[in-house]
Protein backbone atom coordinates (compact mmCIF):
# COMPACT_ATOMS: atom_id res chain seq x y z
CA UNK A 1 0.00 0.00 0.00
CA UNK A 2 1.44 3.42 -0.90
CA UNK A 3 -0.80 5.81 0.63
CA UNK A 4 0.21 5.36 4.33
CA UNK A 5 -1.67 6.72 7.52
CA UNK A 6 0.16 9.60 8.81
CA UNK A 7 0.84 10.21 12.68
CA UNK A 8 -1.16 12.51 13.95
CA UNK A 9 -4.02 10.14 11.80
CA UNK A 10 -3.49 7.19 13.63
CA UNK A 11 -3.05 8.71 16.58
CA UNK A 12 -6.53 10.66 16.40
CA UNK A 13 -7.86 7.26 15.50
CA UNK A 14 -6.17 5.65 19.02
CA UNK A 15 -7.03 8.55 21.25
CA UNK A 16 -10.37 9.31 19.82
CA UNK A 17 -11.99 7.18 17.31
CA UNK A 18 -15.62 9.03 17.49
CA UNK A 19 -13.88 11.98 16.10
CA UNK A 20 -12.64 10.07 12.55
CA UNK A 21 -15.34 10.11 10.34
CA UNK A 22 -16.97 6.92 9.35
CA UNK A 23 -15.55 6.47 5.74
CA UNK A 24 -12.19 7.70 7.33
CA UNK A 25 -12.19 5.30 9.83
CA UNK A 26 -12.97 2.41 7.48
CA UNK A 27 -10.41 3.52 5.30
CA UNK A 28 -7.39 3.78 7.60
CA UNK A 29 -8.31 0.41 9.22
CA UNK A 30 -8.41 -1.57 5.68
CA UNK A 31 -4.88 0.14 5.22
CA UNK A 32 -3.66 -1.27 8.82
CA UNK A 33 -5.02 -4.80 8.25
CA UNK A 34 -2.45 -4.70 5.45
CA UNK A 35 0.16 -2.19 6.04
CA UNK A 36 2.43 -3.81 8.40
CA UNK A 37 4.59 -0.53 9.08
CA UNK A 38 0.97 1.67 9.92
CA UNK A 39 -0.40 -1.16 12.38
CA UNK A 40 2.83 -1.61 14.68
CA UNK A 41 3.46 2.36 14.45
CA UNK A 42 -0.47 2.33 15.81
CA UNK A 43 0.15 -0.66 17.81
CA UNK A 44 3.31 1.23 19.87
CA UNK A 45 1.02 4.55 19.97
CA UNK A 46 -2.00 2.86 21.83
CA UNK A 47 0.55 0.48 24.12
CA UNK A 48 2.25 3.88 24.77
CA UNK A 49 -1.09 6.04 25.50
CA UNK A 50 -1.99 3.03 28.04
CA UNK A 51 1.32 2.70 30.11
CA UNK A 52 0.98 6.76 30.31
CA UNK A 53 -2.60 6.45 31.23
CA UNK A 54 -1.77 3.65 34.35
CA UNK A 55 1.67 5.55 34.76
CA UNK A 56 -0.30 8.59 35.55
CA UNK A 57 -2.98 6.67 37.91
CA UNK A 58 -0.37 4.90 39.97
CA UNK A 59 1.15 7.04 42.97
CA UNK A 60 4.84 8.42 42.75
CA UNK A 61 7.55 5.51 43.72
CA UNK A 62 10.07 6.25 46.50
CA UNK A 63 12.72 7.00 44.65
CA UNK A 64 10.69 9.69 42.37
CA UNK A 65 9.70 11.31 45.90
CA UNK A 66 13.24 11.00 47.02
CA UNK A 67 14.06 12.97 44.07
CA UNK A 68 11.31 15.34 43.85
CA UNK A 69 12.74 16.17 47.29
CA UNK A 70 16.31 16.58 46.53
CA UNK A 71 15.61 19.26 43.87
CA UNK A 72 13.07 20.99 45.84
CA UNK A 73 16.00 21.49 49.02
CA UNK A 74 18.27 23.02 46.60
CA UNK A 75 18.37 26.85 46.67
CA UNK A 76 18.46 28.42 42.60
CA UNK A 77 18.47 32.00 41.91
CA UNK A 78 14.36 32.53 40.70
CA UNK A 79 13.38 35.35 38.02
CA UNK A 80 13.06 37.95 38.41
CA UNK A 81 14.51 38.28 41.69
CA UNK A 82 15.40 36.64 45.41
CA UNK A 83 16.13 33.22 46.20
CA UNK A 84 14.03 30.08 46.07
CA UNK A 85 12.64 28.92 49.57
CA UNK A 86 12.52 25.20 50.45
CA UNK A 87 9.13 24.32 50.50
CA UNK A 88 7.75 27.44 49.13
CA UNK A 89 4.84 27.03 46.70
CA UNK A 90 3.85 29.78 43.85
CA UNK A 91 1.64 30.27 41.11
CA UNK A 92 3.78 33.18 39.74
CA UNK A 93 5.15 32.33 36.05
CA UNK A 94 8.13 34.27 36.12
CA UNK A 95 9.00 32.42 38.57
CA UNK A 96 10.93 29.80 37.05
CA UNK A 97 14.35 28.50 37.28
CA UNK A 98 17.35 30.36 35.14
CA UNK A 99 21.09 29.78 34.76
CA UNK A 100 23.71 32.26 35.48
CA UNK A 101 24.92 33.42 31.84
CA UNK A 102 28.65 34.09 31.80
CA UNK A 103 30.84 35.71 29.39
CA UNK A 104 32.81 33.37 27.05
CA UNK A 105 35.72 33.52 24.90
CA UNK A 106 34.24 30.59 23.06
CA UNK A 107 32.60 29.69 20.14
CA UNK A 108 29.17 29.02 20.05
CA UNK A 109 29.75 26.38 17.66
CA UNK A 110 32.23 25.05 20.35
CA UNK A 111 30.13 25.90 23.25
CA UNK A 112 27.05 23.73 22.01
CA UNK A 113 29.27 20.58 20.63
CA UNK A 114 30.65 20.43 24.05
CA UNK A 115 26.95 20.72 25.50
CA UNK A 116 25.77 18.18 23.42
CA UNK A 117 28.49 15.63 23.95
CA UNK A 118 27.94 16.38 27.88
CA UNK A 119 24.18 16.02 27.90
CA UNK A 120 23.29 14.39 24.48
CA UNK A 121 19.56 14.83 23.13
CA UNK A 122 17.15 12.13 22.87
CA UNK A 123 14.04 11.84 21.38
CA UNK A 124 10.84 9.87 21.97
CA UNK A 125 9.08 9.54 18.67
CA UNK A 126 5.49 7.34 19.03
Known sequence: ????????ELETLCLSP?????RE??????????????????ERLQHFYRDLGESLESPPSERDILFARRLLSKRRPLLPG????????SDNLMETFAGVIQPSRVSVLERSLRYFREHP??????
Open 18 to 22: DAVGT
Open 121 to 126: VRSVGA
Open 25 to 42: RERMMNHLEGCLLCRELF
Open 82 to 89: GRAEPGRK
Open 1 to 8: MSDHCTEH
